[in-house]
């Protein structure tokens, strides 16, 4: 038989494990320590620690102590020096098991594991409710009143403009016309072509306008909102009633009267049997859903290539009322009227170019600028305060929300 199996001990499971008896032989012998064999234990294991009487005294203390524990550090702590540390006489009892006989080991091991049991059972339910008492004490000094009125920032205000343009949109509503919005990178033809200005329309250089990359692509930054008519004459079942309000852009410089971008608001009017005398009663209701009732109304022959006839509608000075007593009146400068807009028959060549007969259908299309219809309605005298982004200037003209 080879030396090696030859003396073999076949009740050894680790050749270099000591039996029981040489354990016992030999009281200066420390055990190595089977969770970290480079390291050795702080003390030698002590063999009544598994006694039956010595382990219920140590679950009592351990249980007692843990039961007692103020806080999670506290416990933390608790569970260190009962139950996991080093010196835990729970771990020393553990180590006390390779030093018993083999008959007696399996005995012990299940006291050993009945006791440590109870003892973690004692720390987890300490645990729960230090963990209930914390999270309790959190919610009570950490709690935020979500209730409170959110008055803690500055109220902002609605921009005058905005203000205005819903206003005057739901005058039109109110009198049965629709809203009507488009793009603002509009296509030349809309803009231009199919509003009888042609390319070399002379009209064209008074509209300053912003083209837009690529070059040649007939792409630029819509200079009115009449494109949104002729998309809706093109897209919407006849008789047509819609407002048009929107954004704009010109290439203009800016000074206390203009500005590259601004609003407008348009209104249009297809239907058989149109007249004049039907966009003067339209212009009236508008005229003093603007700076109020009372206001006689103008028109003043003018020209625009997409009307035919053009006029541009004036409205009696609300500051002067047209009256020498009151004058001089900075509002209307002692011409005891105001210019408001422009206004018009619907040129049959808009008509034709939008596929409508005109032998049939008329209408007539109305517009003005916001900007500057807010100076005048409120006595502002620099557009740039509606571009300045000044809260306090919404404020100020009674535009809070």
Do not use: K
Not at 7 to 26: V, Y
């Amino acid at each position: 038989m080879p030396p090696s199996t030859q003396n073999a001990d076949p009740n050894r499971s680790n050749a270099h494990e000591p039996s029981a008896a040489t354990a016992g032989d030999d009281p200066g012998r420390v055990e190595p320590n089977r969770a970290d064999p480079n390291r050795a234990d702080p003390a030698p294991a002590d063999h009544n620690a598994l006694d039956p009487d010595r382990l219920d005294q140590v679950c009592a203390q351990a249980s007692a102590a843990i039961a007692t524990a103020g806080d999670l550090d506290e416990l933390a702590a608790l569970r260190t020096l009962h139950l996991d540390g080093r010196g835990a006489p729970l771990v020393l009892a553990r180590r006390a098991l390779g030093a018993l006989p083999q008959a007696e080991r399996a005995a012990a091991g299940r006291r050993h594991n009945a006791a440590a049991a109870s003892v973690r059972a004692a720390y987890e339910a300490r645990l729960a409710e230090l963990t209930a008492e914390r999270d309790a004490r959190v919610l009570v000094e950490e709690r935020v009143d979500v209730t409170l009125p959110g008055a803690r920032r500055p109220r902002g205000a609605r921009h005058p403009l905005t203000t205005l343009s819903d206003h005057l949109v739901d005058v039109f509503v109110a009198m049965g016309y629709e809203v009507a919005e488009g793009p603002e990178v509009e296509h030349d033809w809309f803009n231009f072509e199919a509003l009888n200005l042609g390319p070399d329309h002379p009209a064209r250089s008074s509209h300053d306008t912003l083209y837009v990359d690529p070059v040649g692509s007939g792409l630029l930054l819509r200079t009115h909102t009449s494109p949104v008519q002729i998309r809706t004459l093109l897209s919407r079942p006849l008789p047509v009633y819609v407002v048009c309000p929107g954004r704009t852009y010109r290439n203009d410089a800016v000074d206390a009267t203009h500005s590259p971008v601004f609003g407008q608001i348009e209104g249009l009017a297809v239907d058989e049997g149109i007249t004049m005398a039907d966009l003067r009663g339209t212009l009236e209701v508008f005229a003093q859903a603007l700076f109020g009732s009372g206001l006689a109304t103008r028109l003043r022959p003018s020209y625009f290539p997409f009307t035919e006839p053009s006029a541009e509608l004036d409205v009696t000075c609300f500051a002067c009322r047209g009256e020498s007593s009151r004058q001089p009146c900075r509002v209307c400068s002692d011409e005891g009227w105001i210019e408001v807009g422009g206004c018009g028959m619907v040129d049959p060549n808009v008509l034709v170019a939008c596929g409508i007969d005109p032998t049939r259908y008329s209408g007539f299309a109305f517009g003005m600028g916001l900007e500057r219809a807010a100076m005048i309605r409120h006595d502002v005298h620099e557009i740039r305060d509606f571009v300045d982004g000044d809260v306090r200037f919404g404020l100020a003209l009674g535009t809070g929300n």
